[in-house]
């Protein structure tokens, strides 16, 4: 067996590791044909990964141009304890208020300290998401091509 096979995370490990992961470097390509890379606070469901942002922003102007992305998140400091998942994505651009109302409030759920998973959730936060989404467009990252990788799994041989 591969080193890469040895590496590779299941499915269930992806779910997991995107459930743990707090911050998704996400990659469009920019109007001039280059990389257009930055971080984003997102919801996993499922393989597929949600976020929220700017409807003028330069990333949803690249996504409506080419609607790709490639997603990454990662984990670890040591060689020995490197993680990470890299996605090639199909996007899809959610622009219905209601919609995008509920990404934002998921991803505030998610980000907002003190708020678990089942609490309610406060009434200023469903009002600043839906004020929010007037401005805001939804994003479904679906992806088409996942490499993953669990160093640990090597259990410090190389």
Not at 22 to 51: F, I, K, M, N, S
Not at 76 to 97: F, H, N, Q
Not at 128 to 154: G, M, N, Y
């Amino acid at each position: 067996m591969s080193r890469r096979e040895q590496i590779r995370m299941t499915d269930e490990e992806i779910e997991g590791f995107l459930a743990d992961g707090r911050v998704v470097t996400c990659a469009t390509v920019g109007p001039a044909g280059r990389p257009h890379l930055l971080p984003l606070w997102y919801v996993p469901d499922g393989l597929d990964v949600l976020c929220w942002t700017y409807r003028s922003s330069q990333k949803t102007a690249n996504l409506r141009r080419l609607a790709e992305a490639t997603l990454q998140v990662e984990d670890g400091e040591r060689y020995e304890d490197l993680r990470g998942v890299m996605m090639e994505c199909g996007v899809k651009i959610v622009e219905d208020a209601d919609a995008v109302a509920e990404v934002g409030l998921a991803v505030a759920r998610r980000y907002t300290p003190g708020l678990a998973p089942g609490d309610p959730v406060p009434p200023e936060l469903e009002r600043a998401a839906a004020q929010q989404a007037v401005k805001r467009v939804a994003l479904r990252f679906s992806p088409t091509r996942i490499v993953s990788w669990d160093h640990r799994k090597l259990g410090g041989v190389y």
